[in-house]
């Protein structure tokens, strides 16, 4: 009994060590995917757009302003405070659009970036199973040392199976 319980102790260290462990660079990955292109550039464009309406926004209040000040000293008060009442809620329109189209863009850029990942994932869980890894660790997530000679790198793998070169 001795004799097997020394046996299991002196061979289960060399089982430990039998365990695959691989490692990738996803920030790699992710720029030579057509996906995150494609993002970019939707991003891009609808940042554009969100830019030219703001602009025609603050060119209107620029131009009401500009009309207001001119007028100014001959209105009524109560025309006067109307007008002033009017560029106020212009201004916050202004302001209201910038930070709703500042939370759009973000939305759709976590949106557009959890489908790559989701894509990535799938292809990491797949070589995974096939090379028979016990972990497949990303580099870029902050692991503070990854053992290069007790870790396979995948990245290369990872990108045969996304179709990237």
């Known amino acids: 009994m001795k004799k097997l319980l020394l046996l299991i102790l002196l061979i289960a260290p060399i089982g430990v060590f039998a365990q695959k462990f ?3 660079n996803s920030a790699d990955i992710i720029q030579l995917m057509p996906e995150y292109k494609t993002a970019q550039t939707e991003l891009e464009t609808l940042q554009k757009q969100y830019e030219d309406d703001l602009k025609r926004m603050q060119d209107e209040l620029q131009k009401k302003v500009a009309a207001y000040e001119k007028e100014s000293a001959n209105l009524l008060d109560n025309v006067r405070q109307r007008r002033e009442a009017e560029l106020q809620d212009l201004n916050q329109r202004i302001q209201q659009s910038y930070q709703d189209n500042q939370m759009a863009l973000q939305k759709a850029s976590q949106e557009k970036m959890q489908n790559i990942s989701n894509k990535m994932l799938t292809a990491i869980k797949e070589i995974g199973q096939a090379g028979g890894y016990v972990y497949i660790m990303d580099v870029t997530a902050g692991v503070p040392y990854i053992s290069t ?3 396979t790198d995948v ?3 990872l990108k045969k199976k996304l179709g990237l070169q």
């Open 149 to 151: 000679t007790l870790s």
């Open 155 to 157: 990245t290369a793998e």
């Open 22 to 24: 691989g490692h990738f």
